[in-house]
């Protein structure tokens, strides 16, 4: 069946056209601001004193949550680990609530963060969606129904309503949006069919008979019409799009489908999503003209096209936030700002007070007392950046170089004085070691599988192989040694690498102790040197 109507999508959508005029190209510029964060932007919202909120996954793992206060972007989720965050809210009172969909909701009233999940009550800890009613009460969409959070405990409705075209109980649980409309009745959309609450019983949404399913977005109106987006029925070639509802009768408005709605100051209806259901690929965000809003097609002006776009909101300068796959922009009527350039190469510059080199080194033989193993006399020690640098495009490290400096090169097991070790390193003659990074391949065999929605996620996040000239006693050596990189916050501003090192030293004229020379000198020193590397660079 799902097939059959996806093929009716297609054949319908295709031969339908719209009323929509195209804002012609000279009409908006684009600039590049080059600070904002590099997340999928599912959802925006505004904050408190005119700043704007922004969460969504950063990659296919976890995500953040940050506030633009005008002039930057700040991660308020840095401090509660990586979590999966997908909606945030800041209440009346001005708390924040964070949406996650691996660990719950948690709740900052800045003193204190608590922590909710289905110990404390919550319906379930996959949480899509946060809304503050006109009481005051917070609701919750989970994959398992409503949550409502009185400010002490919770109350569940985990089967809300019955299903009329999906009957699979998880579809109709799983929450995607929900409002409260100006009689208080909940407009709630999800994965299956929507429905309606008026504080006493849930009632399937339906036109003709029909559920409209898998809403995405819903909206009132300031006249009380209700906007949704969604199939009604079975035929989703011919009822896939934006709905208006009056009170009384269902109009469809567009074939174009809506992830988010919002209407602004002026009264114009906005929405990101899809332009064709039949191709999700293809998204706009869109505007529909206040003046033409009574008739059945209003105008519709395609402000941005592209592959994916989610979240939607107006500032309160009457600017319009959105997002796609890849960070936010913000449009004033004339110009489109991207904060975030992601094009070309990237310098980031190693933070030497965060960064470190440790260095681990063994004897040949080990230590025994009787049969008891005493050990081999396992040393490790670290030695201090002097500076350096990472090139990074499209997420990737691809160049980068690092000076260290070998006078501090330390022993950490002498307690006494952390002697160096000059027997191994002549640090007056050399005094600086350097590593240059020639090549890095993916945990893929160096073939990077971008994603067709344009977004951040990588198929083996973090992992990859990083060959390199190391430059040490004045001879240079191609090494090869596998690391991790991590891009924190989610910005173009951090990002962390991990990596191991293995080096014979004796390839670099160290050879005091060496194990070669075992039958001269006893017990030796092992010529392989484990090299522990933490880099934290910055934009």
């Known amino acids: 069946m799902h097939v059959y109507a996806l093929f009716l999508v297609f054949v319908f959508c295709t031969s339908c056209g719209q009323n929509q005029a195209s804002v012609p190209k000279d009409t908006i510029k684009s600039e590049i601001k080059d600070i904002g964060p590099n997340i999928m932007a599912r959802t925006i919202k505004k904050g408190r004193n005119g700043t704007m909120l922004i969460a969504g996954p950063n990659n296919a793992s976890f995500g953040d949550v940050f506030r633009y206060d005008g002039k930057s972007f700040i991660n308020l989720t840095r401090k509660l680990g990586q979590h999966r965050f997908l909606d945030v809210l800041e209440d009346r009172r001005g708390n924040t609530w964070f949406a996650s969909t691996d660990s719950g909701v948690y709740y900052d009233d800045g003193k204190s963060v608590q922590h909710f999940t289905t110990t404390e009550g919550l319906a379930?800890?996959?949480?899509?969606?946060?809304?503050?009613?006109?009481?005051?009460?917070?609701?919750?969409?989970?994959?398992?129904?409503?949550?409502?959070?009185?400010?002490?405990?919770f109350r569940n409705f985990t089967s809300p309503n019955a299903p009329l075209f999906f009957k699979e109980a998880e579809l109709n649980n799983d929450i995607n949006t929900l409002i409260e409309d100006k009689t208080g009745k909940l407009w709630v959309g999800t994965r299956g069919d929507a429905f309606v609450y008026d504080g006493k019983k849930f009632t399937t949404l339906t036109n003709k008979g029909e559920p409209f399913l898998q809403v995405s977005a819903i909206l009132e109106d300031s006249k009380g019409a209700i906007w949704l987006s969604g199939a009604n029925g079975y035929k989703v070639g011919r009822t896939a799009g934006l709905w208006r509802y009056n009170g009384g009768t269902f109009t469809q408005v567009s074939y174009r489908g809506a992830y988010a709605i919002i209407q602004d100051k002026k009264g114009n209806i906005w929405t990101t999503g899809p332009v064709n259901p039949a191709n999700p690929t293809v998204q706009a965000v869109s505007r529909y003209e206040a003046a033409s809003l009574s008739i059945d097609k209003p105008t519709v002006t395609e402000i941005r096209s592209g592959r994916a776009f989610f979240g939607i909101s107006e500032a309160n300068d009457g600017s319009i936030w959105f997002g796609d796959a890849t960070g936010v922009y913000r449009f004033d009527g004339k110009t489109i700002t991207d904060f975030y350039n992601k094009g070309g190469q990237k310098k980031y510059s190693i933070d030497t007070k965060q960064s470190v080199v440790v260095w681990k080194g063994s004897m040949l033989l080990g230590g025994w007392d009787g049969s008891k193993f005493l050990g081999d006399g396992t040393t490790t020690g670290d030695v201090d950046l002097v500076k350096g640098d990472l090139l990074i495009e499209n997420r990737q490290l691809v160049g980068g170089s690092v000076d260290v400096d070998m006078n501090t090169i330390e022993n950490f097991d002498d307690q006494r004085s952390r002697n160096r070790v000059p027997p191994f390193f002549d640090v007056k003659k050399f005094p600086v070691s350097t590593f240059v990074i020639t090549k890095v391949d993916t945990g893929n065999d160096g073939n990077t599988k971008v994603p067709t929605d344009g977004s951040i996620r990588v198929t083996t996040e973090g992992n990859i192989k990083v060959t390199g000239n190391l430059t040490m006693e004045g001879i240079t050596k191609a090494v090869t040694f596998p690391a991790q990189m991590y891009f924190l916050d989610g910005m173009d501003g951090t990002v962390e690498m991990n990596g191991m090192l293995v080096v014979d030293r004796t390839d670099w004229g160290i050879d005091n102790g060496s194990e070669k020379h075992f039958y001269k000198s006893g017990n030796a020193i092992l010529d392989d040197i484990r090299l522990f590397i933490k880099i934290v660079a910055k934009k």
Do not use: H, P, Q
């Not at 009481?135 to 949550?147: C, H, K, P, V, Y």
């Open 124 to 153: 379930n800890n996959r949480v899509t969606s946060i809304y503050e009613d006109k009481a005051g009460i917070i609701w919750f969409g989970t994959a398992r129904g409503l949550s409502r959070y009185d400010g002490k405990s």
